[in-house]
């Protein structure tokens, strides 16, 4: 798929949203990727999973791990794509956590999935967490890179779309968004 393709799912799907957004990294801005409402079709979650998974085959992972709620759905398409494993983390107590009795082998490839990245935040969380059970993180995957490649993870990135979309600290708006209410549409 390319870009433009991409772009057109949102737009079809109505998850590419205009407004004043605060994002779950905390920034305000004008769009909001609401990738449940374009990953809610299953056949767009084939296309969207099967194009990811076509840029991550070579990195050889035998598990998907995505941060919940968002990656879910995607990372799980993805490794079925990919004919691995798939297993995610979770928030307890505010932080991201391997539970279930979900395992990772030491040595073990695995790559992150994740729909959204502003700051990577989540997926450097599932990295650290891959790591500290002695897992080999080959790379992050997501479907949309609101940072246009700028967010550095430590690992190969990959992404069906980059985009630079603006995003302001609270402190810092600009005066069309200073007097418009801020809705925050996303996972907290």
Same mark, same amino acid.
């Given at each position: 798929?390319? #870009?433009? !393709? @991409?772009?057109?799912?949102?737009? &079809?799907?109505?998850? %590419?949203? !205009?407004?004043?957004?605060?994002?779950?990294?905390? %920034?305000?801005?004008?769009?909001?990727f609401q990738c449940a409402l374009a990953l809610q079709q299953m056949p767009t979650v084939e296309r969207l999973g099967a194009a990811l998974a076509a840029k991550v085959k070579?990195?050889? /992972? @035998?598990? @998907?791990?995505? *941060? =919940?709620?968002?990656?879910? @759905?995607?990372?799980? #398409?993805? /490794?079925?794509?990919?004919?691995?494993?798939?297993?995610?983390? !979770?928030?307890e107590e505010g932080k991201l956590v391997l539970r279930r009795g979900f395992k990772i082998a030491p040595g #073990?490839?695995?790559?992150?999935? !994740? &729909?959204?990245?502003?700051?990577?935040?989540?997926?450097? #969380?599932?990295? &650290?967490?891959?790591?500290?059970?002695?897992g080999e993180v080959v790379g992050a995957a997501m479907a949309v890179d609101r940072s246009n490649g700028v967010v550095n993870v430590g690992v190969p990135r990959f992404s069906l779309l980059a985009l630079q979309v603006e995003a302001f600290p609270a402190d810092k708006l *600009? *005066? &069309?968004?200073?007097?418009? *209410? =801020?809705?925050k549409p996303g996972s907290k």
């Amino acid at each position: 798929m390319t #870009e433009q !393709e @991409v772009l057109q799912v949102f737009r &079809d799907t109505g998850a %590419l949203l !205009e407004g004043h957004f605060v994002l779950r990294s905390g %920034l305000h801005s004008r769009q909001f990727f609401q990738c449940a409402l374009a990953l809610q079709q299953m056949p767009t979650v084939e296309r969207l999973g099967a194009a990811l998974a076509a840029k991550v085959k070579h990195l050889g /992972a @035998v598990t @998907v791990i995505s *941060p =919940a709620m968002g990656g879910l @759905v995607l990372g799980q #398409e993805v /490794a079925r794509q990919l004919k691995t494993r798939f297993i995610f983390v !979770e928030k307890e107590e505010g932080k991201l956590v391997l539970r279930r009795g979900f395992k990772i082998a030491p040595g #073990e490839k695995i790559l992150v999935v !994740e &729909d959204v990245v502003t700051k990577g935040g989540r997926v450097q #969380e599932t990295i &650290d967490i891959v790591r500290a059970h002695q897992g080999e993180v080959v790379g992050a995957a997501m479907a949309v890179d609101r940072s246009n490649g700028v967010v550095n993870v430590g690992v190969p990135r990959f992404s069906l779309l980059a985009l630079q979309v603006e995003a302001f600290p609270a402190d810092k708006l *600009p *005066p &069309d968004l200073v007097g418009t *209410p =801020a809705v925050k549409p996303g996972s907290k």
